[in-house]
């Protein structure tokens, strides 16, 4: 309640700014953020008509700043670009809800080839690339949702391949390691499903090893200790592929034990 109040006070006056200063770049793009931070909350308490709403009014926005900027310039405007590409990738989350996969997928790629490009003129720019990963992931995501598991595969090694370099040029971030983690369990649970017990294991061994080590750096920190959970029952669905249930029954049990503790 506190934060939703506080997002709403924050868009009524930025609303007001743009409406104030209809051709500032700021303000528009200001009012963009608070459209997709609005929304977000809205989708997350179930109010999906709601955050459909806004997160198209944020995709609108960036396109007016498009037009205020001209499209030469528009393309290198990184906040904007950025913005209006977690835009349309929340809306391809809405449709998901409603079961409109179709147009999820639709959005996604769109979303996509916004941070494609940006990756592509920024290759260096950490922040884009993170990006580029989690856009291949929704990719991923709904691709082995369809069934489409050869496509699922190559959307997740490539996420997997930009997070790896982002854990390498900065092996003390702990969001580059979650984020490799968290690629190397998806590659994982897409094989296990495919009995490719091989891949699995090692795409789980490594989820493991970087989850394990990051869970006695930060003992308390509740996000990383749920992962480690995940990553004991993603052992323990792989022994049950191997036919070892009583190793994968007591990789559940571990993971039973943290989950009741969180």
Not at 11 to 33: C, T, V
Not at 206 to 214: C, H, P, Q, Y
Request: proline letters at 2%; a neutral charge; one cysteine or more.
């Amino acid at each position: 309640a506190a934060a939703q109040q506080a997002y709403q006070e924050a868009f009524n006056i930025r609303e007001k700014l743009a409406d104030r200063y209809p051709d500032s770049i700021e303000a528009q793009r200001d009012l963009a953020d608070s459209n997709n931070k609005l929304g977000y909350l809205y989708f997350r308490i179930g109010d999906t008509d709601t955050a459909q709403k806004l997160y198209q009014n944020a995709a609108k926005i960036g396109g007016l700043i498009g037009g205020l900027m001209g499209e030469a310039l528009a393309g290198k405007d990184i906040p904007t670009q950025r913005a209006l590409s977690l835009s349309i990738e929340r809306l391809g989350d809405l449709h998901i809800v409603q079961g409109n996969t179709s147009a999820a997928k639709e959005a996604y790629q769109k979303a996509f080839e916004i941070t494609r490009k940006l990756a592509v003129k920024y290759p260096d720019s950490q922040e884009i690339q993170r990006d580029l990963s989690l856009r291949f992931e929704r990719l991923g995501d709904l691709d082995f949702r369809l069934g489409a598991t050869d496509a699922a595969q190559v959307e997740y090694q490539k996420a997997l391949d930009v997070n790896r370099k982002l854990a390498e040029k900065d092996p003390n971030s702990l969001l580059a390691q979650r984020h490799l983690w968290g690629s190397y369990i998806r590659l994982s649970d897409l094989n296990i499903r495919l009995g490719n017990t091989t891949v699995a294991e090692g795409a789980c061994q490594k989820a493991f090893e970087i989850i394990r080590k990051l869970a006695v750096k930060y003992p308390d920190n509740q996000q990383i200790q749920r992962e480690l959970s995940l990553s004991f029952k993603c052992l323990g669905d792989l022994n049950v592929g191997l036919g070892d249930t009583a190793l994968a029954e007591s990789y559940y049990k571990k993971a039973f034990e943290i989950s009741r503790k969180l």
